[in-house]
């Protein structure tokens, strides 16, 4: 099972054991595999921070959205990370831009 998988499980049994208390054992199952995952470490695994990731991502596409910071790398504090990357040196600016489809506002972060 893959881990984003392991997570989304998680995610689930937890909303549903707030309305039915049968999915409490379920939920602290996953949440058991979770935590030990979450031990290994996504840093462990990779050898690269949440910092690191980001910037080899921008090095390599071209720019980053927070929601593919979430999406591809679980990166919850997209700021917290884009404000590290500055204070180490890294020039980034963001451009504001607008969903071709659904018309919502979001950024996209270049290495300037």
């Not at 921070?49 to 390599?60: D, S």
């Amino acid at each position: 099972m893959s881990d984003d998988l392991l997570f989304h499980m998680c995610d689930v049994a937890c909303i549903r054991s707030y309305s039915n208390k049968d999915w409490e054992k379920i939920h602290l199952h996953l949440l058991k595999l979770a935590q030990k995952v979450e031990n290994n470490g996504w840093k462990v695994r990779t050898g690269m921070t949440q910092t690191q990731r980001i910037i080899e991502h921008m090095k390599k596409n071209g720019s980053i959205t927070k929601r593919e910071a979430e999406i591809d790398y679980h990166i919850q504090n997209f700021a917290a990370r884009m404000s590290e990357i500055r204070s180490i040196g890294y020039k980034v600016t963001r451009v504001n831009k607008k969903h071709p489809t659904t018309g919502q506002a979001y950024s996209r972060y270049f290495l300037s």
